[in-house]
């Protein structure tokens, strides 16, 4: 298989589900209307509800669902072949993932701009409201604690990142003072942000920060930037999100196509033979490719998570209900176009050559064989990043950008999108904090203030109960079958709007079922062998997670039995 036909196919086909399948949800099922008020001016505050424009709307909505989770998902994936990842990224994306998305951001637009937590609530009862929130703080929880520590050991990785990472944040506040205060054009200023930031991607290049020169240990050095981490995280969650968010995701969108016009010209130039086998059902270590294909690539198909930026942030910010499917399903189809170049350079990339240790140096078939020598050897962030940035250079190299400049500019793209998924996480935890507030009476907590130093203090507390800042990672074994569960609770949550509004649901119905028996076959599975490996910190805590999905579940089997339709189009 040649990978540029591999690439066309795809993208052909998700511009194609784009103008198809996506206008057919729009029109028939979630009946987007033009004339319905959004919270965006309903309850606008310009602090967290402000209407914006929708590709600056988009940018955000991308880039803060995005993170690492479509580089790293499908770049571990190719270990059972690019057949499977290839065909869950492509039909997962179109019929299940981009569906919950656009699902989700619909169904908070019609109830304030809440999360799909707190809505489940109004939908199917109060008990499942806390259920449905203790859960989503948990996942936050891991999902800050974990981010910070990527993004900290990203800097120790790619040190050339840093500058051009830190520096964005003064471009993106020039960027909002420019559009919002000045008027100006958020399409030529956008252009001259990134330049901007291209220009400090060559100076990263030459200047790298390495905190070790510095005399720091590799473990102070990772503390030291957590720490730093931490106090912007807390910061940028509560500026005005026209501030920094929406012009930071704005110039990182630009980033990523960017990114893509580089990547597609390589696959263009080098067009390299697809190198990993079709299919690989026994991978030395790996789980079984059935269930957890479907955990393990995550972002890349359906993520939960998304699900939470879509009734988070997004919904605050969307003009009219006519952008909900540029933003909602369109954002999704283009982060399953990110995975399918990451299939294209982790499958094909890497055969035009990487490093091996003491001077060796792998070609074709034999490169993926060293990468993807076992579970063990691709499972750590370095192996899954490297797997990645390696195949990309090796595309783009093939048109003359020297490798340090194509390294930097991957680094940066890398460490961009994880440092937005950090910031729009806090956020997000903000909002759960003050719904959950609401939910047990104690509406004081869910104040701004308050409701950001519980966030970042319980993700810090997390952090460093051990001293070393990996403390998250003791509960990360769980975050990727919850993840996936909660995504098939959202689509359960979506499901009974539809039935509320007495609207077909065999397109959420058939994505949902899948989702809970997949993710749920993956989690007992998961239970079992933190049994077996008498891990009982783990196997708690996820049965815990797992029962409370489980009362979710019945709660919404006794609504089926006797459901309740609204009349109106607006509320439940």
């Given at each position: 298989?040649?990978s540029?036909?591999?690439a ?14 996506g ?13 319905h ?18 590709h600056?709307?988009?940018g ?39 569906v ?51 993004i900290?050991?990203?800097?120790t990785m ?34 001259v ?32 930037w ?18 920094l ?14 990114a ?12 390299p ?32 998570f998304h ?22 399903y ?9 995975s ?8 094909a ?31 750590g ?15 783009i ?57 519980i966030?970042?203090?319980t ?42 509004k ?5 397109y ?22 933190f ?42």
């Amino acid at each position: 298989m040649n990978s540029l036909v591999l690439a066309a196919v795809m993208l052909v086909g998700f511009v194609i589900a784009y103008q198809t399948y996506g206008r057919f949800l729009g029109r028939k099922i979630f009946k987007l209307a033009a004339e319905h008020v959004c919270p965006a001016h309903e309850l606008r505050d310009d602090l967290d509800f402000v209407p914006t424009n929708r590709h600056i709307l988009f940018g955000h909505h991308f880039t803060s669902i995005a993170g690492l989770g479509p580089i790293v998902g499908p770049a571990v994936a190719i270990i059972w072949g690019w057949v499977p990842a290839a065909i869950w990224v492509f039909v997962g994306s179109i019929f299940i993932g981009a569906v919950h998305d656009f699902g989700a951001l619909i169904v908070s637009l019609r109830h304030q701009g809440r999360s799909i937590g707190d809505i489940s609530g109004d939908l199917i009862s109060p008990r499942v409201r806390l259920l449905f929130l203790l859960i989503i703080f948990f996942l936050l929880l891991i999902v800050i604690a974990v981010f910070a520590l990527v993004i900290a050991i990203l800097f120790t990785m790619y040190p050339q990142a840093v500058i051009p990472v830190w520096l964005e944040v003064p471009i993106a506040v020039w960027l909002g003072y420019q559009v919002y205060q000045k008027g100006a054009s958020h399409v030529s200023l956008g252009i001259v942000a990134v330049i901007l930031l291209y220009v400090t991607v060559v100076i990263g290049s030459y200047v790298p920060i390495d905190l070790t020169a510095l005399g720091l240990s590799s473990q102070a050095t990772l503390i030291t930037w957590m720490i730093i981490l931490y106090i912007y995280a807390f910061i940028a969650s509560r500026l005005p999100v026209q501030v920094l968010l929406q012009p930071r995701d704005y110039i990182n969108s630009h980033q990523l196509f960017v990114a893509f016009a580089l990547l597609v010209l390589g696959v263009l130039v080098a067009h390299p033979t697809v190198i990993a086998p079709a299919y690989n059902a026994s991978p030395a270590g790996a789980p079984p490719v059935w269930p957890f294909l479907f955990v393990v690539i995550a972002c890349g198909a359906i993520s939960g998570f998304h699900s939470l930026v879509s009734s988070g942030t997004s919904s605050k910010q969307c003009f009219s209900e006519d952008d909900a499917r540029f933003v909602g399903y369109g954002s999704m189809l283009m982060e399953g176009t990110l995975s399918t170049l990451v299939i294209v350079a982790c499958a094909a990339g890497i055969g035009l050559g990487i490093a091996g240790a003491e001077g060796a140096r792998f070609m074709g078939p034999e490169a993926y064989a060293h990468l993807y020598a076992s579970w063990g050897a691709i499972s750590g962030l370095g192996a899954k990043i490297g797997a990645f940035v390696e195949g990309s250079a090796n595309m783009i190299r093939s048109y003359g950008i020297p490798k340090d400049i194509t390294v930097t500019i991957m680094g940066v793209f890398i460490v961009s999108f994880a440092a937005t998924t950090l910031d729009t996480a806090t956020r997000l935890q903000r909002y759960i904090v003050g719904e959950l507030g609401r939910a047990l009476n104690i509406p004081q907590i869910g104040n701004a203030t308050p409701a950001t130093l519980i966030a970042v203090v319980t993700a810090f507390i997390l952090s460093f109960y051990n001293g070393s800042g990996k403390g998250a990672l003791t509960l990360w074994p769980l975050f990727g079958t919850a993840n996936q569960l909660l995504a098939g609770m959202a689509l359960l949550v979506i499901t009974i709007y539809l039935v509320r509004k007495r609207v077909s649901t065999v397109y959420t119905v058939i994505p949902m079922l899948f989702m809970i028996i997949m993710t749920g076959w993956a989690m007992i599975l998961n239970l079992q062998n933190f049994l077996s490996s008498s891990n009982w910190l783990l196997f708690s805590i996820g049965l815990i997670i797992f029962i409370l999905e489980i009362w979710m579940i019945i709660e919404a089997v006794l609504f089926f039995k006797n459901p309740v339709h609204d009349t109106g189009q607006s509320s439940a």
